[in-house]
């Protein structure tokens, strides 16, 4: 099961963009999955919000997440309550290769986000 949360397209492009790994994914979530879609778009990899709160309210900030079903939800909260003013764009994935093929195809096609 994959799934690519509809996210608008930021009303601006971002002053930041951050890539978020849930809690719980081996960091070849990263190295395998990301790896393509990270050297394309350079986001600032974090695993928490602690980093991006310092970022100055005045500058957008765009949050890909990556997570499984079983704890997206944890992550969009942990975001809503952190950084409501952040564009948040969600990807659910089930498996290491549904996120690569996902991922991957972003940098293909030079798409930063989601859908719009």
Same mark, same amino acid.
């Given at each position: 099961?994959?799934?690519?949360?509809?996210?608008?397209?930021?009303?601006?492009?971002?002053?930041?963009?951050?890539?978020? &790994? *849930?809690?719980?994914?081996?960091?070849?979530?990263? &190295?395998? %999955?990301?790896?393509?879609?990270? @050297?394309?778009?350079?986001?600032?990899?974090?695993?928490? +919000?602690?980093?991006? *709160?310092?970022?100055?309210?005045?500058?957008?900030?765009?949050? +890909?997440?990556?997570?499984?079903?079983? +704890?997206?939800?944890?992550?969009?909260? @942990?975001?809503? @309550?952190?950084?409501?003013?952040? @564009?948040?764009?969600?990807?659910?994935?089930? +498996?290491?290769?549904?996120?690569? %093929? *996902?991922? $991957?195809?972003?940098? $293909?096609?030079? %798409?930063? &986000?989601?859908?719009?």
């Amino acid at each position: 099961m994959s799934e690519e949360q509809p996210t608008p397209v930021p009303k601006r492009a971002p002053d930041f963009h951050f890539l978020m &790994f *849930a809690p719980g994914l081996q960091t070849d979530w990263f &190295f395998v %999955a990301a790896r393509r879609y990270w @050297q394309y778009f350079r986001p600032i990899v974090v695993d928490e +919000t602690d980093l991006i *709160a310092h970022i100055p309210p005045d500058k957008a900030v765009t949050i +890909t997440t990556l997570a499984r079903s079983d +704890t997206a939800s944890f992550l969009r909260d @942990q975001i809503r @309550q952190d950084l409501p003013d952040a @564009q948040h764009d969600e990807l659910i994935y089930e +498996t290491l290769e549904e996120a690569k %093929a *996902a991922l $991957d195809a972003r940098a $293909d096609s030079g %798409a930063r &986000f989601g859908p719009e």
